[in-house]
């Protein structure tokens, strides 16, 4: 199955963004072909199955939620193979941990065979009035910007940060990176409980 790119922390200035509300959960994707539909799933690095507690879950909330409506927009793009990206949470879930409460699964990304991810634009188009991570922002990565998101105050922004994307960087993959809440990285140093190589791993 393709994979989500990983995704630096440094912010890049000079370039258009759209800066997509980092939801704290852990990546899923599905991928679909036109003969066979949502044929396979899997978490960030391997096949997921629903037996698998909590990523299973994942599974269903994407079959039963968005994923007749993105099939059928994917036909009528006339396209062969795809494969949806996104975030498993719920209102508790931090750095990859969840609690034993409703979760949820949002879009974060779409890429498509012989193109790979979409760009914003296209993505955002695409995936119009479906569960997805929220747009927050759409500008400059200006110092203003990437401070309001390093202390919390962008609007509409949860706990963690935005994922900001822009242009091709190369074929089939966009500028992406992230900036994070402060106040984020503060919690997991805390519960990583002096784990420097864990504390990295997981930020």
């Known amino acids: 199955m393709k994979q989500y790119p990983e995704i630096g922390n440094r912010p890049v200035g000079g370039q258009a963004i759209y800066a997509f509300d980092k939801l704290d959960g852990s990546n899923v994707r599905a991928e679909w072909k036109r003969k066979r539909g949502w044929w ?28 007749n409506e993105l099939e059928r927009r994917f036909r009528e793009e006339r396209w062969d193979e795809a494969t949806a990206f996104m975030e498993f949470w719920g209102p508790s879930s931090f750095a990859g941990t969840h609690q034993d409460e409703q979760h949820f699964v949002s879009l ?20 119009e009035g479906l569960p997805r991570a929220r747009l927050l922002y759409h500008g400059n990565a200006n110092e203003p ?56 791993r997981l930020s």
Do not use: H
């Open 40 to 67: 396979k799933f899997g978490s960030r690095t391997r096949l997921l199955d629903r037996s698998e507690s909590p990523l299973g879950e994942a599974i269903d909330l994407f079959l039963y939620g968005q994923a």
């Open 108 to 127: 974060i990304d779409v890429s498509v065979q012989k193109r790979g991810l979409l760009l914003p634009k296209d993505y955002l188009e695409l995936t």
């Open 145 to 200: 910007f990437v401070e309001s998101v390093r202390t919390g105050t962008l609007e509409g922004m949860t706990f963690e940060g935005v994922v900001c994307k822009g242009p091709f960087v190369s074929p089939g993959l966009p500028l992406m990176f992230k900036v994070k809440n402060q106040a984020w990285f503060d919690r997991l140093r805390a519960t990583c409980g002096g784990d420097e190589e864990k504390f990295r």
